[in-house]
């Protein structure tokens, strides 16, 4: 069996074991407590390219609890990106945030956020694997139903891809944030998927995530839909790295 074989068949059984567990009654899940679910990850993530060096990035994340049944939070963020050259590009950008805490009441207020931010992005090339380094420094005004926090934490993200084939990629990234209130690292996010380009603007993936927030880890199936659209003509640029 070659090495794409191998990858594909593991990418069909991911896809069949997610469908199954959908498929599952819901009787059959209930007994778990939410915060020992597996979770749902649904990100959107692209870029629309004004020019050679500008882009809008353009993310939207909806979370669930458990497998696309019960809201974990909605989020949505843009911005305006300066691109230099491939390897390198700054972005500053605004984010917004809704959440609904395990305990939340149907007509409670949620907790929601605001962003400010900034972020910087380089990508390099080691042994055939593709490194990209992010480093987003966030300003957050967060609402909560009796209170109002200003917050600023740091986060750096490794990620590497490597790929298997024409369209076919395998990416790994690990994420930790620095809480600049609390002086230490309260939050870590690893990743390990697969992913397609189904076409020179369109990429889809599927993977696992583990999200350790602070004494709680969360086990979520990631899926994603990547894509770009240009306002100018250029030769292909890579979208592993938008979201």
Known sequence: MTQITLVRN?????????????????NAVAQEDLR???????????????????????????RYYNLAEQTEFGFFRTGITYAPNKKNKLTL????????????FEF??????????????????????KLAHRGR???????????EIF???????????YPVSKNLYIKVFDEPFFDFNQSKINQNRFYAGIGRKISPSIQMELGYMKNHVG?????????????????????????????
């Open 93 to 104: 950008g605004v984010a917004f945030l809704d959440t609904q805490p395990f305990d939340h």
């Open 151 to 161: 917050n600023m934490r740091f986060r750096y993200r490794l990620q590497a891809t």
């Open 36 to 62: 020992d679910a597996t979770g749902t990850w649904l990100v959107i993530a692209g870029n629309l390219e004004l020019r050679e060096h500008w882009k809008v990035p353009t993310v939207g994340i909806v």
């Open 215 to 243: 004494k709680n880890n969360f086990d979520r199936i990631r899926m994603v839909f990547l894509f770009k659209a240009k306002l100018y003509k250029d030769k292909n640029s890579d979208m592993t790295s938008v979201d």
């Open 137 to 147: 420094l966030e300003k957050r005004w967060i609402t909560k139903p009796h209170t």
């Open 108 to 129: 409670e207020s949620l907790t929601t956020q605001f962003w400010l931010y900034e972020e910087y992005c380089r990508n390099q090339k080691l042994l055939g694997v």
């Open 10 to 26: 593991t990418f069909l059984k991911i896809v069949i074991i997610h469908l199954v567990y959908i498929g599952l009654p819901k």
